[in-house]
């Protein structure tokens, strides 16, 4: 099955610096790659997501670019403020976004 | 609409004691998937469905069952509880090509 890694486990960054999340996985079939920020006690949320025809896709201070030949997509946060601060899962999915294999995780501490 | 609601909340079982975490979401959504969450090993797949009748396990199958005999309803059972079950539980759903959305997790301590 597919095997999503991801890394660092955790990352300290000061505010106003950049993160940069990475993961790699396993089955060349995946086509959907999303990424959820997790709050303490909260669900998972959707922050982004990239599907396999494309190379980078930015929201506002929020990328995700994918490399489908070396099977590894990142996510970067620039501008980092505070309230960045939780943990953050990548998942790759080989069906519409259902079924999906996660990384795990990422925690981000951003300190002013 | 309400999304996708979880009950319970929180529950505390006896091992070997059934139950049934319920699922539900009022987005007409295809897919719904169960996934528990345990410290620093991030969200397993348990079983997803893409359609009402239809589905499939996902990595970490055993110890729970499920069916899907309506589009809004998606219950995990657990038949026998047992200390490697303690986790906290999320259901998801989505539509075609777009994403899941999680619903506020169950959080299940069996002693």
């Known amino acids: 099955g597919e095997n999503v890694e991801q890394h660092p486990s955790t990352l300290s960054v000061q505010e106003g610096d950049s993160a940069v999340i990475k993961c790699t996985y396993s089955?060349?079939?995946?086509?959907?790659f999303p990424w959820y920020k997790q709050e303490l006690g909260k669900r998972p949320q959707l922050i982004i997501d990239?599907?396999?025809?494309?190379g980078e896709k930015k929201d506002q201070r929020i990328a995700v670019t994918l490399n489908k030949t070396a099977k590894h997509f990142s996510l970067h946060i620039t501008e980092t403020q505070p309230e960045d601060s939780a943990v953050y899962f990548c998942?790759?999915?080989?069906?519409?976004?259902?079924?999906?294999?996660f990384g795990k995780g990422t925690s981000l501490l951003v300190t002013p | 609409n309400a999304g996708v609601t979880q009950t319970p909340k929180f529950q505390v079982l006896k091992t070997g004691q059934s139950m049934t975490l319920q699922c539900a979401q009022d987005?007409?959504?295809?897919?719904m998937s169960w996934y528990r969450q345990d410290p620093g090993m991030g969200l397993r797949l348990i079983h997803y469905?893409?359609?009402?009748?239809?589905?499939d396990q996902g990595e970490v199958p055993n110890g729970y069952n499920v069916s899907r005999s309506t589009t809004e309803d998606f219950p995990l059972r657990l038949l026998s509880a047992a200390p490697s079950q303690t986790s906290v539980y999320f259901c998801?759903?989505?539509?075609?090509?777009?994403?899941?959305?999680f619903g506020p997790g169950t959080r299940l301590l069996v002693l």
């Open positions: 987005m007409n959504h295809e897919y």
């Open positions: 469905s893409v359609g009402a009748g239809i589905t």
């Open positions: 089955d060349s079939a995946s086509n959907y």
């Open positions: 998801a759903s989505g539509k075609g090509q777009e994403t899941q959305y």
């Open positions: 990239i599907r396999s025809n494309v």
């Open positions: 998942a790759a999915s080989k069906g519409s976004g259902y079924a999906l294999n």
